[in-house]
T-cell receptor
Framework: DQQVKQNSPSLSVQEGRISILNCDYT??????FLWYKKYPAEGPTFLIS?????DKNEDGRFTVFLNKSAKHLSLHIVPSQPGDSAVYFC???????????FGTGTRLTIIP | DADVTQTPRNRITKTGKRIMLECSQT?????MYWYRQDPGLGLRLIYY???????NKGEISDGYSVSRQAQAKFSLSLESAIPNQTALYFC????????????FGPGTRLLVL
């Protein structure tokens, strides 16, 4: 039972354009969401997070949007840069809980 | 120097062998985790530890054991390796005040023949 789903295994975007990565969840108890970025031969690195009390969180070129009614979140990267090419994992948890539930990842390729 | 290190980075072993994967951290975090990543399945939690005396099973602990030798060290053992334990294994740490944000090691790629 996949509680966190990333339905697009891969995405290609032109450099300078916007990249939008999507994530859906089924467990209504989740109230804290994170995005991790992973380069080959490295571990995932934390990118950005959002609490369910917000519907948007922004950090530089990265913005995460949360739609609680649809149980959907998205990560926007604008403008996209070649260094953004990586696998992006969405993760969800309940605030104060150490256990993260990860999605299956989306491989983003930025085309120069 | 990396904050979370894992050894070995790559390992090939045979079915039935005992193998240990090691993780060390210099972040001073009290919480440590072991995950495995399989193609198409994302990262799944094997075990986690709040401190040296507190170890907990994750969602896929069968066939694995762990040891928290010190605050900075957390090792994962496969007592009798089997081929479906072939995977990429990650260690992670977090601070108790912001435990949702976890910091990952570079991973150990394990192949069980």
């Amino acid at each position: 039972d996949q509680q966190v789903k990333q339905n697009s295994p891969s995405l290609s975007v032109q450099e300078g354009r916007i990249s939008i990565l999507n994530c859906d969840y089924t467990n209504s108890m989740f109230d804290y969401f994170l995005w991790y970025k992973k380069y080959p031969a490295e571990g995932p690195t934390f990118l950005i997070s959002i609490s369910s009390i917000k519907d948007k969180n922004e950090d530089g070129r990265f913005t995460v949007f949360l739609n609680k009614s649809a149980k959907h979140l998205s990560l926007h990267i604008v403008p996209s840069q070649p260094g953004d090419s990586a696998v992006y994992f969405c993760a969800a948890t309940m605030w104060g809980n150490e256990k993260l539930t990860f999605g299956t990842g989306t491989r983003l390729t930025i085309i120069p | 120097d990396a904050d979370v290190t894992q050894t070995p980075r790559n390992r090939i072993t045979k079915t039935g062998k005992r193998i240990m994967l090691e993780c060390s951290q210099t972040k001073g975090h009290d919480r440590m985790y072991w995950y495995r990543q399989d193609p198409g399945l994302g990262l799944r939690l094997i075990y986690y530890s709040f401190d040296v005396k507190d170890i907990n099973k994750g969602e896929i602990s069968d066939g694995y054991s762990v040891s928290r030798q010190a605050q900075a060290k957390f090792s994962l053992s496969l007592e009798s390796a089997i081929p479906n334990q072939t995977a990429l294994y990650f260690c992670a740490t977090s601070d108790s005040l912001l435990q949702e944000t976890q910091y990952f090691g570079p991973g150990t790629r394990l192949l069980v023949l």
